[in-house]
């Protein structure tokens, strides 16, 4: 059984992973004044993506513990972010160099955000301090990327760290056969949750 501490910590742990521990609640910079537009909706996809999965997950917690919690997250997490996505007119995901789940693998312009936010991670930097906008040179349709780190946070090691508890990994095993997110240490980047706005069609 986990104890009342240890249920609290895989908790917090499944909003870190979901990227909602942190992401969602801080507003992106402003930049160029033609793309704020575009900024605001990433800002209200991230957000409106965070509240909900947070809800629906304290909600499955308090009803019947964190281990449920689990399949909560793998399920309706996916059915949120499509919602959140059409609401928004944006493309929306978490990713990393070492993914859960396959479907979160990074794509080329990911993997080359995620190497150079751990270069700077690696060099003193906070993993929640990376933050990525690009503007120029998207494919047709998109009109802004946004990346921003997650970090490796105490409660994440519950689930993403060297030592996790045996119901948990069974738990995790059962649907992520080929998970590579463990390992993790305190104070790492952990990976990053990003957004391609789309260009909004003029009638």
Same mark, same amino acid.
């Given at each position: ?48 993506? &965070?509240?909900?999965?947070?809800? @629906? ?7 019947? &513990? ?8 793998? @399920? ?39 190497t150079e936010f751990a270069a700077k991670v690696a060099g003193g930097e906070a993993p929640e301090a990376q ?10 349709? @998109? ?43 305190? &104070? ?16």
């Open positions: 059984m986990l104890s009342i501490h240890r249920l609290s910590l895989v908790t917090f742990a499944l909003l870190t992973a979901a990227g909602i521990a942190r992401a969602d609640s801080q507003p992106l910079p402003a930049s160029q004044p033609d793309s704020s537009t575009a900024q605001a909706r990433a800002q209200a996809a991230m957000s409106e993506f &965070g509240t909900r999965l947070r809800a @629906v997950l304290q909600e499955q917690l308090q009803a019947q &513990g964190p281990l449920p919690a689990i399949d909560v997250c793998h @399920v309706q997490a996916p059915q949120i972010a499509a919602e959140v996505m059409q609401t928004h007119g944006v493309r929306l995901g978490r990713t990393s160099e070492r993914v859960r789940n396959l479907a979160n693998a990074p794509t080329e312009w990911q993997t080359q955000l995620l933050l990525a906008k690009q503007h120029d040179n998207l494919p047709d349709g @998109v009109a802004l990327r946004v990346m921003r780190g997650i970090p490796v946070e105490a409660p994440c090691t519950v689930c993403h760290g060297t030592t996790i508890a045996p119901e948990v990994a069974a738990s995790l095993l059962t649907y992520y056969p080929e998970d590579a997110a463990t390992g993790y240490s305190v &104070g790492e980047l952990r990976g990053a949750i990003w957004v391609e706005v789309l260009q909004q069609v003029t009638p």
